[in-house]
């Protein structure tokens, strides 16, 4: 059974820091594109940012400069360091696993999500 495991949200004041923290199955880790994902409130799940297995980045625009994106194979986990944070930040953030199980099959596997508030 495939497990996404988040922690390391919470509550923080604007300029502050936190770190989310993924812990994926091994059984699919070294083979998924891990990404983060975050729904505001009211508003849809949106892109934060994405590694694939090889190590490429991508981020959205709104969180370039301030968040970053890592993932450490040896401990099947993938975390997302936020600095600067801004009360638009706030949302429920959602670990993701897109897996490549072949050419011609990809699933995606969701965390079941951990708040992030910043107060202003």
């Known amino acids: 059974q495939v497990q996404l495991v988040e922690s390391g949200g919470g509550l923080v004041q604007a300029g502050g820091s936190l770190r989310l923290s993924c812990a994926a199955s091994?059984?699919?880790?070294?083979?998924?594109?891990m990404g983060w994902y975050r729904q505001p409130p009211g508003k849809q799940r949106e892109l934060v940012a994405t590694i694939t297995s090889g190590g490429n980045i991508n981020y959205a625009d709104s969180v370039k400069g301030r968040f970053s994106i890592s993932r450490d194979n040896a401990k099947n986990t993938v975390y997302l360091q936020m600095n600067s944070l801004k009360p638009e930040d706030t949302a429920v953030y959602y670990c993701n696993a897109g897996v490549h199980y072949s050419a011609s099959v990809y699933v995606d596997y969701w965390g079941q999500g951990t708040q992030v508030t910043v107060s202003s």
């Open positions: 091994r059984s699919i880790f070294s083979m998924s594109t």
